[in-house]
């Protein structure tokens, strides 16, 4: 079994470490990692270190780093707009596509979407995806931290916007006649790919992503939900374009 990873603010420059805070607490107390044993920390921004545990305290772990590395950003970025959608079917999404390899995810409030994200609870909502990644990212080992786009969401005029100024951009769509698994793939910049809500894109959010430059897309002859479309289209980009 592969070293469990920790998320630090930064890596640290001296070869000593205590691991304190959350992360420390889950590493001690949860994980119960004893001296000898072997973790990873990560910054979110591709770094990396490789650690042994010299001493547990209570609540922290006392560490030797024993290798540095750094991981490149995945190119083209991948980024996802994924229409809000009600109970924890968003938070299953996020959680899907950052094991995958999403570079961004960003909550779109589509005319669709059942929940609407506002006030408190929308910043509520959006912090509950930001730690979703968040624990996703170190299930997975990643070096990268996924972003989690809004203030705490985007309206459909700011995805265009992001669509417009994106190398590639595919809307996700039943009616379409094109195939994710055929088109044209860049080999750099940022890959958009917009996933629906429940009740699926509305006929002028539709044309307002194709005037901005989005192709509709289709992956199957299957209709699916929308916490599982995004993780779908998203292992076909990343075998596609050698990310996996």
Do not use: C
Request: no cysteine; glycine share 12%.
């Amino acid at each position: 079994m592969s070293a469990p990873l920790f998320l630090v603010e930064s890596l640290p420059t001296a070869d000593q470490l205590t691991l304190g805070g959350p992360e420390g607490h889950h590493a001690a107390t949860v994980q119960r990692l004893r001296v000898g044993e072997e973790l990873l920390l990560a910054d979110g921004r591709g770094g990396t270190a490789s650690a042994v545990v010299t001493a547990v305290g209570r609540g922290s772990l006392d560490l030797e780093i024993t290798s540095r590395g750094y991981v490149d950003a995945s190119a083209p970025r991948l980024v996802v707009v994924q229409g809000i959608a009600k109970g924890d079917r968003g938070e299953l999404a996020v959680q899907a596509m950052t094991e995958v390899g999403v570079d961004e995810i960003v909550p779109w409030a589509a005319s669709r979407s059942v929940a609407q994200w506002r006030g408190d609870r929308g910043a509520r909502a959006r912090e509950k995806w930001v730690a979703t990644a968040r624990e996703a990212a170190k299930q997975a080992r990643r070096s990268w931290l996924p972003v989690v786009a809004g203030a705490p969401d985007e309206n459909t005029p700011t995805v265009a916007r992001r669509i417009a100024g994106a190398a590639a951009a595919f809307v996700l769509h039943e009616e379409a006649s094109e195939r994710l698994t055929t088109v044209e793939l860049p080999a750099a910049g940022e890959v958009v790919l917009v996933v629906g809500p429940e009740g699926g894109i509305a006929p002028a959010e539709l044309t307002a992503f194709t005037g901005a430059g989005a192709r509709p897309v289709r992956l199957g002859p299957s209709v699916l939900r929308t916490s599982t479309a995004g993780v779908a289209a998203l292992s076909v980009l990343a075998t596609r374009l050698g990310h996996w």
